[in-house]
């Protein structure tokens, strides 16, 4: 990638949040975010990952990126997975396992249906988003 | 095909306990009876937080917060909410607020933190910087190198008030401009990763969460100060975290953002990473400097002050993770904005790792001013299975405990100090019944005296003299004259040691003596430990009432300390008792107890 | 320089900017109590009793560290300060062993003074006293890390004030020492034996190997003929151990003492320095007429000798041959002597009385120390350890009459004596060298440009038209700055920056050397330096060449300086050692 110039900067930067916007993610429009900060992979976030991996595979799913994030704060419940499905919620999963990963790729992806007893709530708002008060 | 709305139900002990469960049926069975199961899902989830006003239920896409909840109201949220598309107003969380999708962000009261360090943590992959970008990332870089001149910086970090965030609480605008104002061609620019208290990790995840934030910070304040050289000083101990640097690096200096003639400004600043060796004491600035130069790390004396003759005797500025994290958003958002949160003492917030007996421990960001109980009861969920709450420890090894009757201090630098403790770089341990208070200074101090580099003399022969008197206490042949040594021996150290880890190490001893001392006196008066937490101090025995003469834990013992014949009550040699607690773990009868 | 006006106690003193509270308050006639704290040394701040308080301040500092800051009225003793100051005496006491009784610092020692004027009277905390076997490796410094208080200055001063690195802070906290590296003892370590360590040391940790007994056995000895003979800065030194000013000159009573102590004869070694600047003046002249190698560098430092084999043995054609003058008047005694007064070499102990802890090592160097076919010099005992002989024997040295050296190998001129002051050699050298150039004499032979205490010192010094360019270095860590210049002028082809470069390991020459009474500051530096130029001003005659004795051992016995019978006694060789064994 060449260096870019203040313009070029500017000009990326309105591009990603365009695309955030329209929930595109390398031509994808759902995610699997795993929170993979250490306090996560202590919990076991990368077998989630892995589980997460070979279950899109197996069930021949195309249009979910998995990517990885850093700690959301809800250490006591790693590992911690986000879930981004256009038409659902922006979900978070707390206390994922391999098993509970599968269930994330059945129901919440193809089935559309939330997890029950695993949703946990980021605990602060989103400063970012809103310029915070 | 998705469901076009979902209801939450908060499924947290305190609501469970309101019957959440009962609410969580009902709304499922009003909705299978209403026709609406394939309209609205109905799940429960896990603790919101909002305990005192449980039991809650929210409802997506609008957010809308219900609060109070009752079993009855199930129908009625069905009927209005999601058939009819109404909200509830009755059981809305705000009520004033007659807008018809009640904003969730608005509510400050149920969300308790706010995080400004932490603000891309779990939103951004942190190995790709076009995420970072898109989140305002390097927007203030942008501003600092076309907008703005040195002075306006400061002027900037002066309105805003930032305070060094490693446990000094100096001014930052002060140290930048000490720095600023020395002529010099050559300056550097440092950050202290070397997070070293016990329990301490909000530097390691914001380094792993956020990279970027830092290498913009000290680029701005290379511009700002005049320094074209950054050091990351961060332990080998956090792996992860340096190859998130290294990553952030790499993709940093490919776009330009970091190295020679940045975003074509003409503007040079690279960065490179040091990694610490195993030495708690590199933490503090000078030793850290010493190490950075390749010298044995061991603190020096100040005056002269890093800001004026740091690395190489040049100005450096140095600052913790956490300042530097603040800084692009002070300087992106305006450092107004910044002086707004928190309280006349501290502005901005403070990330607090809490850890210990707690329910829910992590990360906590909370505006200064937050108070202890907040952050204990309502963010930590308060203390873990049951057990009563005794004491939060704060500052790590530096810092002093905190009982329940100052649990209402706003967490400010000033405030903490004035009840003998100190907001450190931001460890918050909670202790509950069965932890022993002269254990818990006798691990402190266990720890600072290890890592003490062995330079002054106050802090390497008052350090080990004071662990040697407390290990004497906790093995019951402890004597009142030796809390008076204590006491001396830790003032003398609090005066006359050379850097803040000689000076501080008394606290855990001397803070627990203060609020503690019925602890101390049951441990050299009565030979007992009250928590059954010092091995020396406790005893095992057998109830022979309960004991069924199975030779279960006889058998056990590795030291052979349990005599008696099959059937018989068997009896325990405490001369011989190694207190292990293998007899305790074996029984099955409950006949074995500890005093 | 700016001055800043403060106050001590109460006091008013204006001191320069930049100046430390300590320094200020001693202006001030206040005494700040200190133990890690050296005039040569860099403040480290460890032991924390100079803590003191400002008027109007809460802080504590450290009076060592902290400049003084305009208007400010500083507090240097109150119940707090006191209270924290006993404490730390206490805690430091506590991990000492209480060994004053045997210990070689007895009444000489900065902690027992610290002691007894703080006035402790009990010692409250548990004694947590490490055994620490002592490192008895080296031929020279014995160190005993049982009773190290580790104040750092051996530390500070075997790297910043020799550069020598051989010993370092190891290990960390309660288990810090001040060792060489990875484990290995003091012969193995890079240490040159200056002793340097020894004279810094507040206590009985570091300090010179004991050969007294040695001595007084062989005195004691029927059989032997004991020789004793001092180099030139004993005699501003000695004087101290018995209540005399600094640097008095004593050799008169030094001579009286050494016959009361047994000796058979005493000469001296101020000889062997004139017989030195024979040989290595007439080596500097061969070198500059026959296009020798340039610059030369002197060899009569033993210390030097031994770094520059390990640090800079690419100088090794530059060292000048020539021996120390200790190593010159050995094989003289053993040979000339001996032959002149039908006296048995083999029966003959030379016992050396040196101000320098490198001279036992130096004394078994290699086989070029035993040239007259036995062991050259057989003892070397320091200035302390004379003044220990001296006291044991119940001599009343204060009042001591005066006597001469006993002849031929007694005989000194000024030249001779100014060996011990840095500078001195390089001077000595001068007065002859001219002589030797020109046929002239040296007009004005007190060479100003080459005395004074600073570490390097250059100057050029005009000898009838060729313009002699010299350096003079004092302390190690200053040779690299000089050698660096002369590395460089060689890979360039040029002409060498020096021709004459003389170098002494300890800070302001032997009269600071490693086994001095401890002093180890510029006051007393100055003082015994001026004690020397004294004796040279009062001597007769003060340049090497008109030595009449020295001149007579050649007619009878050498020949000529660099003759072939010099060279086989007085010339040594020189090789690369390894920095660690």
């Known amino acids: 990638m060449a260096k870019i110039t203040l313009e070029e900067l500017r000009k990326l930067r309105q591009k990603k949040q365009d695309d955030l916007q329209k929930r595109d993610i390398a031509g994808k429009d759902c995610q699997i975010i795993v929170g993979m900060g250490t306090c996560g992979i202590a919990a076991g976030a990368k077998v989630v990952l892995d589980a997460f991996l070979k279950e899109l595979d197996a069930e021949k799913i195309e249009n979910v990126a998995v990517t990885q994030t850093g700690c959301m704060g809800l250490c006591y419940v790693e590992p911690t997975v986000e879930v981004v499905v256009p038409g659902m919620p922006d979900t978070i999963y707390g206390r994922v396992d391999a098993d509970v990963a599968r ?11 939330l997890i029950t007893d695993h949703i946990y709530d980021r605990p602060s708002v989103d400063i970012m988003k809103n310029g915070g008060k | 095909m998705a469901f076009r709305n979902y209801i939450l139900v908060c499924g947290g002990t305190a609501c469970e306990s309101s019957r959440s469960k009962e609410i969580y049926e009902n709304l499922k069975a009003e909705a299978k009876k209403q026709g609406v199961e394939d309209v609205v899902q109905v799940v429960q989830t896990g603790c919101f937080g909002f305990c005192e006003q449980g039991p809650i239920v929210k409802i997506l896409p609008e957010d809308s917060f219900y609060v109070k909840v009752q079993p009855s109201d199930a129908a009625e949220l069905i009927a209005e909410h999601i058939i009819k598309g109404r909200e509830v107003k009755r059981l809305l969380y705000d009520k004033d607020k007659a807008s018809k999708h009640a904003q969730v962000e608005d509510i400050k009261f149920y969300q308790k933190q706010f995080r400004i360090v932490l603000r891309n943590c779990g939103f951004i992959d942190p ?10 990332g390097y927007a203030a870089l942008e501003r600092a190198l076309f907008d703005m001149t040195p002075d306006d910086i400061i002027a900037e970090l002066k309105t805003a008030g930032l305070r060094g965030r490693g446990g000094a609480g100096f001014p930052t605008w002060m140290k930048w401009n000490f720095s600023k104002n020395v002529e010099s061609e050559i300056k550097y620019v440092v950050c202290n990763a070397d997070e070293g208290d016990p329990g301490a990790y909000m530097d390691r995840s914001t380094l792993e969460g956020d990279p970027h934030s830092i290498l913009e910070a000290m680029t701005i304040c290379g511009k700002c100060i005049g320094a074209h050289k950054g050091f990351i000083y961060i332990r080998a101990e956090y792996p992860l975290a340096i190859h998130r640097l290294e990553v952030a690096m790499k993709q940093s200096r490919e776009l330009g953002l970091l190295g020679h003639d940045i975003l074509g400004s003409g503007f040079d600043f690279d960065i490179e990473i040091r990694l610490g060796a195993g030495a708690f004491v590199c933490g503090e600035e000078t030793a850290l400097l010493q190490s950075v130069m390749g010298r044995r790390g061991m603190p020096v004396p100040r005056p002269p002050f890093p800001a004026v003759k740091g690395l190489w005797d040049q100005p450096t500025v140095i600052n913790n993770v956490e300042t530097w994290a603040n800084i692009p958003v002070i300087i992106h958002k305006g450092g107004e904005w910044f002086s707004k949160i928190g309280d006349a003492d501290s502005h901005g917030t403070k990330v607090f790792a809490l850890t210990g007996k707690i329910c829910n421990s992590g990360l906590v960001e909370v505006p200064m001013g937050t108070t202890l109980r907040e952050i204990v009861f309502d963010i930590g969920g308060g203390i873990a299975h049951g057990k009563k709450f005794k004491a939060v420890q704060t500052g790590g090894p530096s810092g002093g405990v905190i009982t329940t009757e100052n649990l209402d201090t706003p967490i400010d630098f000033g405030s903490l100090i004035k009840i003998g403790s100190m907001m450190g770089s931001g460890g918050m341990i909670v202790m509950d019944e069965d932890d022993c208070m002269v254990d818990v200074a006798k691990f402190y101090l266990n720890f600072t005296v290890d890592e003490s580099c062995g330079k002054c003399m106050p802090c390497r022969i008052g350090g080990k003299t004071m662990l040697g008197i407390l290990e004497k206490i906790t093995a019951g042949n402890g004597t009142m004259h030796d809390l008076d040594q204590l006491t001396e021996i830790g003032e003398t150290m609090k005066k006359s040691a050379l850097c803040a880890l000689g000076q501080t190490s008394p606290n855990p001893v001397l803070s627990t003596m203060r609020f503690f001392r019925d602890e101390y006196l049951a441990h050299i008066v009565d030979k007992k430990c009250p928590a059954g937490k010092c091995k020396k101090l406790v005893t095992y025995s057998i109830d022979p009432a309960k004991c069924k ?42 006949a074995v107890s500890v005093h | 320089m700016s001055i800043v006006h403060v106050k001590i106690n109460g006091i008013p003193v204006e001191v320069e900017a930049g100046t430390s509270v300590l320094d200020a308050a001693k202006a001030a006639g206040v005494k700040i109590p200190t133990l890690c704290h050296h005039e040569d040394l860099k403040a480290t701040a460890a032991c924390g009793l100079c803590i003191v308080k400002m008027e109007g301040s809460p802080k504590i500092q450290r009076a060592c560290a902290s400049p003084v800051q305009e208007g400010a009225s500083y507090i240097t003793d109150d119940p707090e300060l006191f209270k924290a100051r006993k404490t730390v005496i206490e805690l430091i006491l506590s991990t000492h062993p209480a060994q004053c009784l045997t210990c070689i610092r007895n009444q000489n020692c900065e902690l027992q003074t610290l002691a007894a004027e703080f006035g402790i009277r009990e010692q409250p905390f548990e004694p947590r006293v490490k055994r620490i076997p002592k490192d008895e490796s080296s031929p020279a410094i014995i160190t005993d890390p049982s009773k190290c208080i580790k104040c750092g200055r051996c530390v500070e001063v075997c790297q910043d004030l020799e550069g020598v690195y051989a010993l370092e802070y190891i290990g960390r906290g309660d288990n810090t020492q001040m060792v060489p590296a990875c484990g290995l003892n003091l012969d193995q370590s890079p240490c040159v034996k200056c002793g340097q360590c020894a004279a810094h040391c507040p206590v009985g940790a570091i300090y010179e190997r004991d050969d007294t007994e040695k001595v007084r056995n062989a005195i004691f000895d029927p059989d032997k003929v004991v020789i004793a003979a001092m180099a030139p800065s004993v005699r501003v030194a000695i004087g101290e151990g018995f209540g005399l000013p600094e640097g008095t000159v004593t050799t008169g ?58 640090y800079y043995p690419d100088m090794i054609p530059n060292f000048s041959t020539a021996k120390s003058p200790m190593q010159m008047q050995g094989p003289i005694t053993k040979t000339f002597w001996a032959q002149k007064t039908g006296t048995d070499p083999a029966k003959i102990v030379n016992v050396a009385i040196m101000p320098c802890t490198a001279k036992k090592f130096e004394i078994g160097r290699d086989d070029n120390m035993s040239s007259s076919g036995y062991k050259d010099n057989d003892i070397v005992i320091t200035s302390r350890e004379l003044i220990r002989m001296i006291k044991l024997k119940g001599i009343d040295f204060a009042n001591l009459p005066e006597s001469e050296a006993d002849s031929p190998i007694g005989e000194y001129t000024g030249a001779g004596t100014i060996f011990g002051c840095t500078g001195g050699v390089m001077e000595a050298a001068l007065r002859t060298a001219y002589f030797e150039v020109t046929g002239k004499e040296l007009a004005n032979i007190e060479v100003d440009s080459v005395r004074g205490l600073e570490g390097v010192k250059k100057a050029t010094v005009d000898i009838n038209g060729l313009k002699l360019r010299v350096a003079v270095v004092s302390g190690l860590v200053n040779v690299k700055n000089v050698l660096e210049e002369v590395r460089q002028a060689r890979a360039e082809g040029k002409e060498p920056p020096y021709h004459f470069i003389e170098v002494m390991a300890c800070k302001g020459g032997c009269i600071s050397g490693g086994g001095q009474p401890y002093a180890s500051n510029t006051k007393n530096r100055i003082a015994r330096s001026e004690g020397l130029y004294e004796d040279d001003e009062h001597c007769k005659i003060r340049c090497s060449h008109q030595n009449p004795s020295i001149q007579k051992l050649y007619k009878e016995f050498l020949g000529a300086p660099l003759s072939e019978k010099s060279e086989e006694l007085l010339h040594t060789t020189y090789q690369q050692r390894p920095i660690y064994k």
Not at chain 2, 127 to 136: G, K, L, P, Q, V
Not at chain 3, 254 to 261: G, K, V
Not at chain 3, 271 to 300: K, W, Y
Request: proline share 3%; hydrophobic share 30%.
């Open chain 2, 127 to 136: 190995e790709n910087i076009n995420e970072y970008i898109a989140r305002d």
């Open chain 3, 253 to 310: 009573k030094i001579y009286t003492a050494l016959r009361q102590l047994g000796f058979d004869k005493v000469f001296d070694t101020n000889f062997g320095a004139d017989l030195t600047i024979m040989e290595e003046g007439s080596e500097l002249v061969h070198r500059l007429t026959h296009n020798g190698v340039l610059p030369q560098l002197t060899s009569c430092c033993p210390a030097w000798t031994d770094y520059m084999e390990k």
């Open chain 1, 103 to 113: 269930k994330i790729v059945k129901d919440h992806i193809v089935g559309k249906k």
């Open chain 2, 549 to 590: 003469g199975c030779t279960a834990c006889a058998r056990r013992c590795p030291v052979e300390a349990i005599s008696g014949t099959i059937k018989q009550p068997h009896k325990i040699d405490t001369s011989k008792c190694i207190k292990c607690g293998e007899c305790l773990k074996t029984c099955k009868f409950g």
